[in-house]
């Protein structure tokens, strides 16, 4: 093995090139095994966390559109068939904003009330033996901020909406962002000098038959800290987000919680309908000024085409047990979530510690010879330390951790 790059040695070696070059692919796979070992439950209380919360939001928003078409299925029959229509159009876009999408609460709330207002009017403010026209149903639609058949209630459901949808549609995308970092960092790429240091420190005492010898506990860490020197600057961006994510759990309970508002959704509806119905002769007269008489056209108006019985027993079940659960499993959550406030910052000391140094006093690999032990200064964690590393040169920060770090700053923020 006289033409070997890293394991070279004054003694007799056992390698060639060839060896050399695949105990370098077997170095960087073992450290990427350790990573992503070392972060496997904690990606799993994340990823099973965040489906089981979205499994929860999706329950919510079923429930809480079953409660509103029932509302107009016991009370206002007639209109029933065309107002769930509208019910079912709004929850969808509660489901699209809770899941990602760009739309605005403001906007689909608005839309709600517009196009339910042509309906209330045709069946309880002005209910005529034919129904209204399509042209005469938008002209109604288009005034309805106008003339505010419903009061304020729109406005008040705006902002209840606005608030507890945007903080649990937050927390569900940060939840997934987290996952986002832990794969970025389980995968790192290494550089050309890492990936030497981890074949000199792994793989070339097998090259002069040490294949028993570990690696002193200093010179493991100097190398792996160098290696991992990236990962280290996402510790004080992942402690950040943990205080942001355990602040935002606080925030979605109480008067603000996403159950509290969905499920009295259908509350804030029945009094939007009663005011328009008491206050019915004045609407009248306001909507004949600004649209003119009703155009009609002949009834078609079925009953209620909704089946209520389906799934309510087993989402009322859901539903007692959903809020004191949904807060106590966001606690607990946020608990565990906790005990991992420093896993970026002792990631390395992990590493070393648990699978790959030797233990204090017995003889170990300096990275040429078995020693008692190491002689070397061993340099701390994170980038600015790697300047005085003598085992790894390192050259500044990996863009995809810088990228990962950004996204990090942006959901602090959010």
Known sequence: GVD??????????????????????????????????????????????????????????????????TLFCNAYRTMAAEATVRVQEFFTDVGLFLFGTEVGTEEFVNRFFDTLFPVVYNHVINPGPTDISLEYAE???????????????????IGQMGKSLLASRTF??????????????????????????????????HCQGLTLSKPCMGYCLNTMRGCLADIAEVDLHWRGYIQSLEELSGALSGAHSIEHVLLNFHSLVRDALIQARING??????????????????????????????????????????????????KEFISHLRLYRAFYSGLADQLCGNELAAADGLPCWNGEDVVRSYTHRVVGSGIKAQSANPEVQVKG??????????????????
Request: with cysteine; aromatic share 6%; hydrophobic share 35%.
């Open 139 to 157: 002209c109604l639609q288009v005034a309805r901020r106008d003339i505010r058949p419903f009061g304020n209630i729109p406005k008040k459901a």
């Open 397 to 414: 920060t990996d863009p995809v951790i810088s990228q990962i770090i950004d996204k990090l700053k942006h959901v602090i923020q959010v």
């Open 281 to 330: 002769p004045e609407l009248s007269e306001q909507v004949s000024k600004i649209c003119g008489p009703p155009v009609r056209k002949p009834k078609q108006s079925p009953g209620c085409s909704f089946d209520q019985n389906k799934d309510n027993q087993g989402l009322k079940v859901f539903y007692r047990h959903s809020e004191e659960t949904f807060a106590n499993r966001r």
């Open 4 to 69: 070997l790059q890293v394991c070279t040695s004054k003694n007799p070696t056992c390698c060639t090139k060839k060896m050399e070059e695949r105990y370098q692919t077997a170095a960087k796979q073992d450290i990427q095994q350790v990573l992503q070992t070392s972060s496997a439950t904690l990606k799993f209380l994340i990823s099973w966390n965040a489906a089981a919360f979205q499994e929860t939001f999706e329950m919510l928003i079923r429930l809480a559109e079953n409660y509103t078409s």
């Open 172 to 205: 569900l995308q940060a939840l997934n962002l987290g996952i986002e970092v832990i794969n970025t960092t389980d995968h790192l790429h290494f550089s050309k000098a890492c990936s030497r240091a981890l074949l000199r420190m792994q793989y070339c005492p």
